[in-house]
């Protein structure tokens, strides 16, 4: 085999610029994510796996690819999404929910239902439960807590649902928390896994924030919508914020990222840095 032939073989498709109006259409309308130009590093490193996994062979075939396949449009997707997250993230809101909402909440309700609404692979969901959990040893009250876990990618909803971590994955997380919270596997290999108490309360779904696929029952307390606004138009902000509200009951809260200022609902009111109360 020749250098040339050889060299042409083990070459990997490239996304050309014009190709991209055509990808961030699907992706617009799929999960309402805003893809321009300026990303094409980003989306060559992220979808020439998939290019080659689906056999299309060319960027331009997997185009026609994600318009007649709705099970390669959901890998599309999943492939372009960031899931940055750990243990205790932004810890003065968890302090703020453990301080200031449960208390205020726990006084007329008995079951409090918190939910990620993009929970990626479940450290934000499972903090919140730990959190409520110590707030409800601390102050001897009884009260039903369920998480609900919600996000567009398959993969790690499924991450998110065996609740399986390695140890540099804890780093933040306390030995008290760790001893009270997480089982060590038995071989020592360094991976740990959520107890089974906290396992029991926690419900992992697929759903899309910017359609509404996948929400339908939901009814929170204590909403997290952190880290994801920021993806999206201005439009598809205001809708996504208007669907998960919606899903949020009167005097319940919404949590969102620091960087996630600047959008104003009739409905609620800020009560803390990116903290937002529905108003009864």
């Known amino acids: 085999m020749t250098r040339a032939r050889l060299k ?8 050309r610029l014009d190709q991209i109006p055509a990808l961030a259409a699907v992706a617009f309308e799929t999960a309402g994510i805003r893809l321009d130009e300026s990303k094409l590093d980003f989306m060559q490193n992220r979808l020439v ?4 996994d ?8 997997y185009i026609d690819l994600l318009v007649s396949d709705d099970s390669e449009r959901q890998a599309f997707v999943e492939c372009l999404t ?21 208390p205020e909440l726990t006084q007329h309700r008995s079951n409090i239902v918190l939910w990620s609404a993009a929970c990626s692979t479940g450290q934000e969901g499972w903090t919140s439960l730990m959190v409520t959990d110590e707030f409800r040893r601390q102050h001897g009250k009884f009260f039903n807590c369920q998480l609900i876990g919600t996000d567009v990618s398959t993969a790690v909803v499924k991450q ?12 933040d997380v306390s030995d008290e928390v760790l001893h009270r919270h997480f089982l060590r596997a038995r071989n020592q290999d360094g991976r740990y896994r959520i107890s089974p108490e906290l396992r029991s309360n926690a419900d992992w779904r697929v759903a899309n924030l910017t359609t509404g696929d996948g929400l339908r029952g939901i009814s929170a307390d204590v909403a997290f919508l952190r880290n994801v606004l920021i993806y ?13 509200v919606s899903n949020i009951r009167p005097g319940g809260y919404l949590f969102t990222g620091h960087s996630e200022t600047g959008f104003k609902h009739p409905d609620l009111v800020a009560v803390h840095p990116s903290i937002f109360q529905k108003v009864i």
Do not use: M
């Open 82 to 102: 960031v899931h940055t997250t750990s243990f205790f993230r932004d810890i003065a809101q968890y302090d703020w929910l453990r301080d200031t909402a449960l």
């Open 8 to 15: 042409h073989e083990i070459a990997l498709p490239q996304l």
């Open 160 to 171: 998110a649902s065996r609740a399986v971590y390695l140890q540099n994955e804890l780093d």
């Open 54 to 61: 689906s056999q299309a062979g060319s960027f331009r075939c």
């Open 49 to 52: 796996q998939r290019v080659l």
């Open 232 to 244: 999206f138009s201005r439009q598809t902000q205001r809708e996504v914020v208007d669907r998960v």
